[in-house]
């Protein structure tokens, strides 16, 4: 288990649970709401913790480089282990009103018409991954790094009246890593299998269907993130399910609002961990949605920057606004508004492949950016390890040019050698540049940008944000936004469902605030150096694609 167990002070009666499955771990905040404290933050590693699946940062690796998928298993058993952990901890779980959690987005799970029946009958005496391991009709869940389905995104987009067009239906354009096209991709190449699936659900509903004992709904900030729900109305699309597979509508669950209960936690886990009966167990969101709430953006401008497996750009969309061009989403927002987000899959693995590839660690890796400038005497790396989706990018492979930093307009150059301090920070700079190129279609102007996630440990990483976006970034306390969004988001549920009207910013006073004095201020002559190298690093891109 990383990170040990937090129990602060004295447990009080009102306790919320949100559970986080991220791509490498999956984490557990406890919170008290009305002491307006987090009592319990732990997270437990994959790889670490749970060996025997054999996973690397999570994932599945397959001789074909875009197939990523996790295994469905080991989520459950991860869940088994971290709730026996928070027992040895001596959390008071017979305490916690209501249980709501965060998943990766898009990732889908396979079940087969015994899945129905085997959540209502957990037996509490056998662990959860041995109760559950018959249920799937595909061994494997593909995940959000899975860039696999180039070809039914194609199908999907023509069948739907192209780019704009689906864009405009369901949020965005079709996408390798959205749950339609990988549903079209299973149905094409296993037949059988999507035959026998009774029920397809994402990695968030499928665990919300762990704890509340039944096949739980998809939430609409979730949802959008399949290339099947209808962005405007939050339905299920009908022409989409219908040219993305047969017989679809039957086997995807109802899509519901984020703070919707689902029912009481099920008998197996209050038997097993002490829960009581009339826990709240409440539908579950994407990631990213949580995180909306975890770092308080519930008004018109709030903009965060998670730094974590992938970086991700969002703000908070009154109205339901798309990217014209494709390369961004509309999801919806735990708030019932809508959130504009960009994902950037070369996040934290690639500064790690730059940090390993010259032996560093993270003091090393902060050192080599000390030593170079900001601007970096225009040497720019764009770093694709994985195919990445913005700009979207199929062929994996890092670049690295020499541009003039004085003037854009003069053609850039290759650059053939490796250095390790150049390096260092051609990489951070080509990512934050990245996300502001590519986020101006959302038209936020933040007064702050709110960062999280793993890697906004890193201040020396903040400050060249604050720098390339000229805007003062902050830090929370909890880096674990997500988690922290979706103990949150079953506070807001369950006064709800008690009958009373919670008002959102009541619900997160006192937990997102930045720390005080954390705030990283950017500095003006940085700044005017990233106001034209952005132009050079556009160039860099367009050469770079062009090519491939
Ligand atoms: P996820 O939620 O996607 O599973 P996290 O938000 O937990 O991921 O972030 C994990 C990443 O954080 C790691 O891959 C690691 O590279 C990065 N990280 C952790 N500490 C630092 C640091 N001090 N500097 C830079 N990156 C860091
Ligand atoms: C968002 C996305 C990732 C995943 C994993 O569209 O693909 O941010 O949610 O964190």
Not at 147 to 167: D, P, Y
Not at 189 to 194: G, K, Q, R, S
Not at 224 to 237: C, E, F, Q, T
Not at 356 to 370: K, P, V
């Amino acid at each position: 288990m990383a990170g040990g167990a937090r129990l602060k002070g004295k447990l009080m009666a009102n306790l919320f649970l949100g559970l986080d499955c991220s791509t490498q771990s999956l984490s557990a905040i406890v919170i008290d709401h009305d002491a307006r404290q987090i009592v319990y933050n732990r997270s437990l590693n994959f790889d670490q913790s749970l060996p025997h699946y054999g996973t690397i940062n999570g994932t599945l690796r397959s001789p074909d480089p875009l197939v990523v998928h996790s295994p469905p298993l080991m989520w459950i058993e991860a869940l088994d282990m971290l709730f026996a952990q928070m027992k040895d901890d001596g959390v008071p779980l017979g305490e916690v009103r209501a249980i709501s959690g965060s998943g990766q987005q898009h990732g889908s799970v396979y079940l087969n018409k015994r899945a129905s029946n085997a959540l209502a009958r957990l037996r509490p005496n056998r662990p959860l991954a041995e109760n559950l391991q018959g249920v799937f009709s595909r061994d494997t869940a593909p995940i959000w790094m899975d860039s696999s389905t180039g070809i039914e995104c194609a199908e999907i987009r023509s069948a739907l009246g192209g780019l704009t067009a689906t864009a405009r239906k369901t949020g965005s354009d079709a996408f390798e890593r959205f749950t339609g096209p990988q549903i079209r991709k299973f149905y094409k190449t296993e037949p059988d299998h999507y035959a026998n699936t009774a029920s397809i659900a994402l990695v968030s509903s499928f665990l919300a269907s762990v704890i509340a004992g039944r096949i739980a709904p998809i939430d609409h900030g979730d949802g959008a993130g399949m290339n099947l729900m209808d962005i405007h109305r939050k339905v299920w699309h009908p022409q989409a399910l219908k040219v993305t597979a047969p017989q679809l509508r039957k086997k995807l669950p109802p899509l519901a609002p984020s703070s919707k209960v689902i029912g009481n936690v099920s008998a197996c886990l209050s038997r097993r961990y002490g829960f009581n009966r009339g826990v709240k167990a409440l539908v579950w969101s994407g990631d990213n949605p949580c995180s909306m709430i975890g770092l308080g953006l519930i008004r018109e401008g709030a903009m965060a920057i998670s730094l974590g497996t992938s970086d991700t750009l969002f703000g908070y969309m009154r109205r339901c606004r798309m990217d014209e061009r494709g390369e961004g989403h509309v999801f919806g927002a735990p708030t019932g508004d809508y959130m504009a987000l960009g994902c950037f899959k070369n996040g934290s693995l690639a500064r790690e492949r730059i940090r390993d590839l010259y032996h560093l660690d993270w003091n090393g890796f902060n050192q080599a950016l000390a030593d170079t400038p900001p601007g970096n005497h225009g040497a720019i790396l764009l770093p694709w390890f994985e195919p990445e989706i913005v700009p979207r990018v199929s062929r994996p492979g890092i670049h690295r040019f020499l541009v003039n930093v004085k003037d854009a307009r003069t053609k850039p150059e290759i650059l053939r050698d490796p250095d390790p301090r150049r390096d260092c920070r051609a990489v951070v700079e080509a990512q934050m540049m990245s996300m502001r190129l590519h986020s101006r279609w959302m038209k936020l102007r933040p007064k702050q940008i709110h960062a999280t996630g793993g890697a906004s440990a890193n201040t020396a990483i903040l400050q060249i944000m604050a720098d390339v976006f000229r805007c003062p970034v902050a830090r929370t306390e909890v880096a674990k936004s997500a988690a922290l969004g979706a103990a949150l988001r079953a506070v807001h549920g369950w006064l709800a469902h008690s009958g009373r009207k919670p008002r959102w910013q009541d619900v997160v006073a006192g937990f997102t605030d930045p720390i005080p004095g954390s705030q990283i201020r950017p500095n003006a002559n940085s700044a005017k150096v990233y106001d034209k190298l952005v132009e050079s690093y556009a160039a860099c891109e367009r050469d770079a694609i062009g090519r491939l």
